[in-house]
């Protein structure tokens, strides 16, 4: 039987393709590889099939990396995003490792190796300054990379997220939602356990058919043991968080209904993260903000965007 939501994949590739991206391949380091879609116009098509396509240009137009969360890769997490952007920005979407092709054979799964890797692949397709938009597990990821990388990473753009996963924040979220632990909220094995991912993440009841979570399960989790481990790496004690001093602007964009990370922690971090941090609030979605809103979300970001360029640049 054919798996429904495989076969919408070429569908929706073909989509991103007419946006503007493509899909290719970084070797950060032997043993590590990293999938992005990036901008056409960077890229040169493979003359054969089984050529893999040529960097002939750096990025024309300011840089947008889009990091995804933990139930979906790039291209799925941000598919309402993608095309809202490239006309005035280079859009890049990484698989971070263990999601889509990203993969490695290092033991690492703390989320500053995931930063580290994402430096390092942008860095190899040319970006030198960018700003990044992370959801939920790419919201810490995206944290790290500023923390770590000032220089590249001009701004950012948090949702849903948090600036590490203390054991209290976890603790505290996972029996207000009544799982035992992230993996059992993260990586349903079931179509049951799928459900009640989606009906705590999403602000209205999603319904779709059994079938469809099913052949959703197939394709979206893979790689369980490693992403079992990146879950139990973002964790740490609370007395060990420290709140780096960012000097971005670090903009929170919040679902009001977020039932994972709610709008009191996301206001409380504005307050922990100082003077260049603001905060802004959708009305009736939850954690699943830009997917659930996307039309919303795409003005909210966009309006950021335009806030961070040159005048001259922003009436363009």
Known sequence: MVNLVAAQK???????????V????????????????????????????????N??????KPVVVLVHGFAG????????????????????????????????????????????????GLRKLGV???????????????????????????AMVISGSVLAMTDSISVTALNELGFSSSSELLLPTSVKGLKALLSVAAYKKLWFPDRLHKDYLEVMFTNRDERRELLEALV????????????????????????????????????????NATFEGIKKAGHLVHLERPCVYNRCLKQFLSSLLPATEAKK
């Open 10 to 20: 070429p569908l929706l590739h073909g989509l991103m393709k007419m946006a503007g």
């Open 22 to 53: 493509r899909p290719y391949t970084v070797e950060i380091e032997p043993g590590t590889a990293m999938s992005f879609w990036v901008p056409s116009e960077i890229i040169a098509k493979p003359k054969k099939r089984d050529e893999k396509p």
């Open 55 to 60: 960097l002939i240009a750096k990025p024309s």
């Open 73 to 120: 890769d790039g291209i799925v997490t941000w598919q309402f995003q993608i095309g809202a952007l490239t006309k005035k920005y280079s859009v890049y979407v990484p698989d971070l490792l263990f999601f889509g092709g990203s993969i490695t054979d290092k033991p690492d799964r703390s989320p500053t190796f995931q930063a580290e890797c994402l430096a390092t």
């Open 128 to 154: 030198e300054r960018c700003v990044v938009i992370g959801f939920s597990y790419g919201g810490m990821v995206a944290f790290k990379m500023a923390e770590l990388y000032p220089e590249l990473v001009q």
């Open 236 to 275: 740490i004690s609370r007395k060990d968080l420290t709140i780096p001093s960012f000097p971005q602007r670090v903009h929170l964009l919040w679902g009001e209904n977020d039932q994972i990370f709610k709008l009191e922690l996301a206001q409380n971090m504005r307050g922990q993260l100082g003077e």
